[in-house]
């Protein structure tokens, strides 16, 4: 049974840093590719990051390009967002999904990130 | 920059049929834009429907179909029920490690 489990959201101040997991069970991320897409309050969905099965090729939205960075660890089937430089624009719920066929298929249930003084 | 249009709302009474539409501000959208639908309702996580243009995810009821019309990837809905009254989100890949979502559409069933 596929399931991903995000974590690491909270709050953080303007400039601040955060790292997010994905915890991937049911499917291996050595075998498929993870996107990170995110939420603000009340708006629509944002398409952030996504790292290739292999970790040969990492991609990144045009708004967060230079300030975060998405890994993995195999051993633990994770998949991380590194998320530096924070601003009152990167406060939203973050969602991880598995890919397939260059879209997601099954999500995670999202952590908050909340950027605040 | 490419803007993915997507209605801001649409109705469908219960039992009828509606189809929502994915389109590209320059361009048309094809199979290689890999367009998926997901479906969202308040507080929840989205949840996907179709990928791969007309691929239906596991347990999405067939009541849901993808395909291409003309120039636009569409989501149709036949025989609507008051539970499909939600969030409709289109995804298609831009290429060079690119996806972009459309603005979403509400739909109401009344």
């Known amino acids: 049974q596929v399931q991903l489990v995000e974590s690491g959201g909270g709050v953080v101040q303007p400039g601040g840093s955060l790292r997010l997991s994905c915890a991937a069970s049911g499917f291996s991320v050595s075998a498929h590719g993870i996107h990170w897409v995110r939420q603000a309050p009340g708006k629509g969905l944002e398409w952030m990051s996504f790292i290739r099965y292999d970790g040969s090729a990492k991609y990144y939205a045009d708004s967060v390009k230079g300030r975060f960075t998405i890994s993995r660890d195999t051993s633990k089937n994770t998949v991380y967002l590194q998320m530096d430089s924070l601003t009152a624009d990167d406060m939203a719920f973050y969602y991880c999904s598995k890919d397939a066929y260059y879209a997601s298929e099954y999500w995670g249930p999202g952590t908050l990130v909340t950027v605040s003084s | 920059q490419t803007v993915v249009t997507q209605e801001p709302s649409f109705s469908v009474s219960p039992g009828g049929t509606v189809t929502l539409t994915c389109g590209l501000s320059?361009?048309?959208?094809?199979?290689?834009?890999?367009p998926s639908w997901h479906q969202q309702t308040p507080g929840q996580a989205p949840r996907t429907l179709i990928y791969n243009t007309n691929t239906r995810s596991s347990g999405v009821p067939d009541r849901f179909s993808g395909s291409i019309l003309g120039n636009k990837a569409a989501l149709t809905i036949t025989g609507a029920q008051a539970v499909d009254e939600s969030d409709y989100y289109c995804v298609l890949y831009m290429g060079g490690g690119v996806w972009v979502f459309g603005g979403g559409t509400k739909l109401t069933v009344l």
């Open positions: 320059s361009g048309s959208v094809s199979t290689s834009s890999y």
